[in-house]
């Protein structure tokens, strides 16, 4: 069953195959090279990607708080509310946050029926404006160990917008 000539064959399609798996490898070596040694500086980067990230920042020109209270609409905050009503309601009921009618002066952790985590306490006593807009920037910066999972509103505009139309909400 197996002479001579099955035996070549076979050895002779196993060398070509792994003659061919050898060539493959080294064209591919060839075209898709990604450094290594011998090529040498001249072949380092084809292009330059710019990022953020790159030059020197210059930094926003700040804006106190009460010229940006000045300029804040309602009408825009209530838009900027649909990123809050997946957790929070307006109409006095808990739901994974707690509700957010009359938030604004409000005393924090003072929703009846609502668990807080006390992580809150850190921001201040009162929902003021001020402390409104510093802790919605970044809630987990504002209140470190806080249980709010939201990120956070980094425009100001989109902040004092939403407060604006908070405090249109009363109590």
């Not at 009460?66 to 307006?90: N, P, Q, Y």
Request: aromatic share 8%; hydrophobic share 40%; proline share 4%.
């Amino acid at each position: 069953m197996f002479d001579t000539m099955t035996m070549t064959k076979v050895l002779g399609g196993f060398c070509g195959a792994l003659l061919i798996y050898l060539l493959g490898n080294m064209s591919a070596e060839a075209l898709y090279h990604v450094g290594g040694e011998g090529h040498g500086e001249e072949h380092a980067q084809g292009y330059v990607i710019a990022t953020a990230d790159e030059g020197p920042k210059e930094e926003a020109p700040q804006v106190d708080f009460a010229t940006l209270m000045a300029s804040a609409d309602a009408g825009k905050g209530e838009k900027v509310f649909g990123k809050c009503r997946a957790c929070h309601k307006i109409d006095g009921n808990n739901a994974t946050g707690p509700h957010l009618d009359g938030v604004v002066n409000r005393a924090i952790d003072s929703v009846d029926g609502f668990n807080y985590s006390g992580a809150l306490l850190q921001v201040g006593e009162t929902w003021t404006p001020e402390n409104l807009f510093h802790f919605l920037k970044k809630p987990k910066e504002a209140a470190p160990g806080t249980t709010m999972g939201f990120a956070g509103l980094p425009k100001d505009a989109d902040r004092v917008n939403l407060i604006a139309y908070l405090e249109t909400l009363g109590g």
